[in-house]
């Protein structure tokens, strides 16, 4: 069992930064890909980005893709969303997903086994 904590959220003018964390605990860190997703109000939860066990395959959604970078640290056990020139859309709550299968990078969050309780990101314009 996995249980995952977001941190990180709070609230940022147009075109600021945050950096997102997930601290992860229980089960093998470094065996589970990860990701980030998150949802608007009245939206579907939706895919942002995911990172492989190693590191060395990352995914993005196009909308995010040039301005937000996924990475983690397997030995801290904590993955983080590095979110740059931000926008009013990216107003959301952010969640932290684990998968325990090391096959693709899915997009689909069924296809993920652990989720945290989210962080809301407010972006003013």
């Known amino acids: 069992q996995v249980q995952l904590v977001e941190s990180g959220g709070g609230l940022v003018q147009a075109g600021g930064s945050l950096r997102l964390s997930c601290a992860a605990s229980?089960?093998?860190?470094?065996?589970?890909?990860m990701g980030w997703f998150r949802q608007a109000p009245g939206k579907e939860r939706e895919f942002v980005s995911a990172?492989?066990?190693?590191?060395?395959?990352?995914d993005y959604a196009d909308s995010v893709k040039g301005r937000f970078t996924i990475s983690r640290d397997n030995a801290e056990r904590t993955v983080y969303l590095q979110m740059n020139n931000l926008k009013p859309e990216d107003t959301a709550i952010y969640y932290c997903?684990?998968?325990?299968?090391?096959?693709?990078?899915?997009?689909?969050?069924?296809?993920?086994?652990?989720w945290g309780q989210g962080t809301q990101v407010t972006v003013s314009s």
């Open positions: 997903a684990a998968r325990s299968s090391k096959i693709g990078i899915p997009w689909a969050r069924d296809d993920y086994n652990y």
């Open positions: 229980g089960g093998t860190f470094s065996r589970h890909l």
């Open positions: 990172i492989s066990w190693g590191g060395g395959a990352t």
